[in-house]
């Protein structure tokens, strides 16, 4: 796994689609053959891939993703 900058910053693994860190790992034989599975209990996402956010930056952006969630979505399609 790569990381940039910091690499002694902790970190928090977050679902991709959602931001919650509520994943967890799907556990099965074939873990040293196919990459894990993670599952986030909030939204049901499932995947291999997760999100790794520094620690003192999640607040940041889970406000973040609440201010564009609540900004008016504008359809330039329809006149």
């Not at 034989?29 to 196919?34: E, M, N, P, R, S």
């Not at 939204?43 to 406000?63: H, M, R, S, T």
């Not at 969630?69 to 329809?78: A, K, P, T």
Request: proline share 6%; aromatic share 8%; net charge negative.
């Amino acid at each position: 796994m790569m990381r940039r900058g910091n690499t002694s910053q902790e970190v928090i693994r977050v679902c991709p689609v959602c931001l919650q860190s509520t994943l967890s790992i799907q556990t099965s034989f074939l873990t040293f053959i196919a990459p894990s599975t993670y599952i986030c209990s909030n939204c049901e996402y499932k995947g291999p891939i997760y999100a790794e956010v520094p620690v003192d930056d999640y607040a940041n952006l889970v406000n973040e993703k609440e201010e564009f969630i609540g900004q008016e979505i504008v359809n330039v399609d329809n006149p």
